[in-house]
């Protein structure tokens, strides 16, 4: 399912339009950007999941065409751990 596909069913689902949904869902999907990115915070949303950031060591690689060691810098990276319960909420709406 992309954007749009996601947007059309929330509209049909609550009954209001697709802009209004779309808008909505670039302020939530904004606010938790900017959360994970910008203050490193994590998110925690009861029934569905949890996204935080994670550090992700340096480590060596290989260079898929010469076979090469390379080594890879160390980043952040953002994660998803989703709730034992996330079943809840396609029990809720169906």
Not at 20 to 35: C, L, N, R, W, Y
Request: charged share 30%.
């Amino acid at each position: 399912m992309n954007r749009s596909e996601l947007i059309a069913a929330v509209a049909e689902r609550t009954g209001e339009s697709k802009a209004s949904v779309a808008k909505t869902f670039d302020a939530i999907f904004g606010v938790i950007a900017e959360q994970l990115t910008e203050e490193k915070a994590e998110i925690a949303i009861a029934d569905f999941g949890r996204f935080s950031v994670k550090q992700q060591s340096a480590r060596t690689g290989f260079n898929p065409q010469t076979g090469e060691k390379i080594q890879i810098e160390a980043k952040e990276k953002i994660a998803f751990k989703a709730s034992t319960s996330i079943e809840y909420y396609s029990r809720k709406h169906n």
